[in-house]
């Protein structure tokens, strides 16, 4: 039966399958702005509706205990997160990068592991992983792909170490970290893009993307690390490659094969199995 308890699993499930189908709809943009000028529209947009909605200058750090350190940290971390995988996803299938990109909170995960039961579903769902990539490849995979995937790994474990302590700020840590974030990503997007970045198409479309990958998502994480520990976090965002991999099926055409049907039915049982057996810690 469904409870409060839930709702923080709820919310992290639902920030993943939002960002993964924006990032989906993100690689449509790739021939039109290249993937810093969809990087920049997706930051800068996010930006300037989490500031007007949330007002984050009224907000008191030193209050809810945030630092200035923590939220520059969290910002730019924000910021490679998606200029790299963004890249990554120029040159490998968006499945395939979101399958390397996640040994990052797999490995925070992992690092903060304090039951033997969450070994198992990590174990389980890099197994899923496997599977996703390996029945991907049609050819050789560009290293370059694999190489930004992992340096996007690398800060989204970060993110998921680094956004607890932001989330002490609620919404309002988002819409800092979403305006440092947007301070590095718009520059390198012009300086790619250029006017094309005005275009209405590629402007109604960004803003789609910048709904489904930051503002809702990052707004639900805030919400859900603050009551799941890092590695229950961690692993329960070990789903993204098995619902990227069916976004990338809907929106971009890209087909399942049936090694990546098994590899997300093991991603989705490590993602049950955590959901079933570990527990939020109790409300501050």
């Given at each position: 039966?469904?409870?409060h308890?839930?709702?923080p699993?709820?919310?992290?499930?639902?920030?993943?399958?939002?960002v993964q189908?924006?990032a989906?709809?993100a690689?449509?943009?790739?021939?039109?702005v290249?993937?810093?000028g969809?990087?920049?529209l997706r930051?800068?947009l996010s930006?300037?509706?989490?500031?007007?909605?949330?007002?984050?200058s009224?907000?008191n750090?030193?209050d809810a205990?945030?630092?200035?350190?923590?939220m520059l940290?969290?910002?730019?971390?924000?910021?490679?997160?998606?200029?790299?995988?963004?890249?990554?996803f120029?040159?490998?299938?968006?499945?395939?990068?979101?399958?390397?990109?996640?040994?990052?909170?797999?490995s925070?995960?992992?690092?903060?592991?304090r039951?033997?039961?969450?070994?198992?579903?990590?174990?389980l769902?890099?197994?899923g992983m496997?599977g996703?990539?390996?029945?991907?490849?049609?050819?050789?995979?560009?290293?370059r792909g694999?190489?930004?995937?992992?340096?996007?790994?690398?800060?989204w474990g970060?993110?998921?170490?680094?956004?607890?302590?932001?989330?002490?700020g609620?919404?309002?840590s988002v819409?800092?970290?979403m305006?440092?974030?947007?301070m590095?990503?718009?520059?390198?997007?012009?300086?790619?893009?250029?006017?094309?970045?005005?275009?209405?198409?590629?402007?109604?479309?960004g803003f789609?993307?910048?709904?489904?990958?930051s503002?809702?998502?990052?707004l639900?994480?805030?919400?859900?690390?603050?009551?799941?520990?890092a590695?229950?976090?961690?692993?329960?965002?070990?789903?993204s490659?098995?619902?990227?991999?069916?976004?990338?099926?809907?929106v971009?055409?890209?087909?399942?094969?049936?090694?990546?049907?098994?590899?997300?039915?093991?991603?989705?049982a490590?993602?049950?199995?955590?959901?079933?057996?570990?527990?939020?810690?109790?409300?501050?």
């Amino acid at each position: 039966m469904f409870n409060h308890r839930n709702v923080p699993f709820a919310a992290a499930f639902a920030g993943m399958v939002s960002v993964q189908t924006g990032a989906a709809f993100a690689k449509t943009l790739f021939p039109l702005v290249g993937s810093e000028g969809v990087a920049a529209l997706r930051l800068g947009l996010s930006s300037l509706v989490l500031v007007a909605a949330l007002k984050p200058s009224r907000l008191n750090f030193r209050d809810a205990g945030v630092s200035w350190l923590t939220m520059l940290t969290y910002g730019v971390t924000l910021a490679l997160m998606n200029l790299l995988i963004y890249r990554a996803f120029a040159y490998i299938p968006v499945s395939v990068a979101i399958s390397i990109e996640v040994m990052g909170p797999l490995s925070a995960a992992l690092l903060t592991s304090r039951r033997a039961s969450d070994l198992v579903w990590i174990a389980l769902a890099a197994l899923g992983m496997v599977g996703l990539a390996i029945g991907d490849v049609k050819g050789e995979i560009d290293i370059r792909g694999v190489a930004f995937s992992l340096a996007a790994a690398l800060f989204w474990g970060i993110y998921v170490l680094v956004g607890r302590r932001a989330s002490a700020g609620g919404g309002q840590s988002v819409a800092v970290g979403m305006t440092i974030a947007a301070m590095i990503a718009v520059p390198l997007g012009i300086a790619q893009a250029g006017t094309a970045l005005m275009s209405i198409h590629v402007l109604l479309v960004g803003f789609s993307v910048a709904v489904l990958s930051s503002m809702l998502p990052f707004l639900l994480d805030i919400y859900a690390m603050r009551r799941l520990p890092a590695r229950v976090f961690g692993v329960l965002l070990s789903g993204s490659p098995a619902v990227s991999a069916i976004a990338g099926w809907v929106v971009l055409n890209e087909t399942l094969t049936p090694t990546q049907c098994a590899g997300i039915a093991c991603v989705v049982a490590a993602c049950a199995g955590c959901a079933l057996f570990s527990r939020p810690r109790a409300d501050a």
